[in-house]
């Protein structure tokens, strides 16, 4: 089992910046591929970011290129999602998920989940 807590999202105005964070714990980090997903009312869940076991690949959903930087630190088992450039349609429930090794685009291919920490960006 994986347990995995989000923290740092907020209410902010567009244009602004967030840092999510994503703390694992239980299994191995290292050996786990994180991913980033959101999912605003009403609508599907979409992928955000992704970042393999290594770091050595990355991912990204089109809305989100140039705007949101994916990382991690295995040391302190923490994914993190930088947020630069905030739009109001970035808001919603952000949600860390881990699989093994390797990004994955998909949330079904994801085995594990965090609560989720909300996003709103005002305009």
């Known amino acids: 089992q994986v347990q995995l807590v989000e923290s740092g999202g907020g209410l902010v105005q567009a244009g602004d910046s967030l840092r999510l964070a994503c703390a694992a714990s239980?299994?191995?980090?290292?050996?786990?591929?994180m991913g980033w997903f959101r999912q605003a009312p009403g609508k599907e869940r979409e992928f955000v970011a992704a970042?393999?076991?290594?770091?050595?690949?990355?991912d990204y959903g089109d809305s989100v290129k140039g705007r949101f930087t994916i990382s991690r630190d295995n040391s302190k088992n923490t994914v993190y999602l930088q947020m630069n450039s905030l739009k109001p349609e970035d808001t919603g429930a952000y949600y860390c998920?881990?699989?093994?090794?390797?990004?994955?685009?998909?949330?079904?291919?994801?085995?594990?989940w965090g609560q989720g920490t909300q996003v709103t960006v005002s305009s």
């Open positions: 998920a881990a699989r093994p090794f390797y990004v994955a685009t998909k949330y079904h291919e994801y085995e594990y």
């Open positions: 239980g299994r191995t980090f290292n050996n786990y591929a």
């Open positions: 970042i393999s076991w290594g770091s050595a690949s990355t």
